[in-house]
Structure formats: C-alpha cells, structure tokens
Nanobody, 124 residues
Framework: QVQLVESGGGLVQVGGSLRLSCEAS????????MGWFRQAPGKEREFVAA????????YYADSVKGRFTLSRDNSKNTGYLQMNSLLPEDTAVYYC?????????????????WGQGTQVTVSS
C-alpha cells in the first residue's frame, strides 16, 4: 500500500506560480509512475502530467506543456509539480496518484493509489 499526501495548493494571481508536493509513504517508490490530475467544479477529472520514478521520463498534457514541470526527490519519496504562468482555467483540485505498473498513463483508472487533493485557485 502507498499513501499519498499533497500539499502546496493555495490562491495565486494570474501569471503566478505554485509548487505542489506529493509525499508517498508505505513503501519506497521505484518502478512506479506518479501522475497528477485535476478536477474543476462541474468537470471531469483530467490528466495534467506524469513522471516515471526510475529515469524521470515525463509526459504532460498539452494544456500545461511549457508551464508546468515535474520533478522528484528520491530521498524524500516525494514528487513535485512546479506550476508557472498560472491561468484562471488552472483552478481545480489537484490530485497526485501512483501507478504501480509504471505505465506513464494519462488514464485515471490506471492509477492504484490517490491522494486527498489540494485546491489551487487562480484569480484574475
């Protein structure tokens, strides 16, 4: 079992930045993919980005490419989502998730473990 705790959300103005963290516990992430998804009110959960823990291969949704950057700290078993040039449409609850089959997938059902989410609000 893997437990995930997100942090770092908050209120930011358009053009601002936030860094979300996702700390994993229960076991050390090795051959896993950590993904980030978001869900805005009244909308379906959508893929944001994913990273393979071993090797660091990344995959971004077109809507965030060039603005968001993934990284990880193996020593802390923690992943990060650096969000720059934020837009009002980035407002959502952001979730991190882990796929123990390391699929680097954009499909939410491929992920086995989920955090509780952290709110990001971008004001115009």
């Amino acid at each position: 079992q893997v437990q995930l705790v997100e942090s770092g959300g908050g209120l930011v103005q358009v053009g601002g930045s936030l860094r979300l963290s996702c700390e994993a516990s229960g076991r050390t992430l090795i051959y896993d993919t950590m993904g980030w998804f978001r869900q805005a009110p009244g909308k379906e959960r959508e893929f944001v980005a994913a990273i393979r823990w071993n090797g660091g291969t990344t995959y971004y949704a077109d809507s965030v490419k060039g603005r968001f950057t993934l990284s990880r700290d193996n020593s802390k078993n923690t992943g990060y989502l650096q969000m720059n040039s934020l837009l009002p449409e980035d407002t959502a609850v952001y979730y991190c998730a882990v796929d123990r089959h390391n699929g680097l997938s954009a499909v939410a059902r491929e992920y086995d473990y989920w955090g509780q989410g952290t709110q990001v609000t971008v004001s115009s």
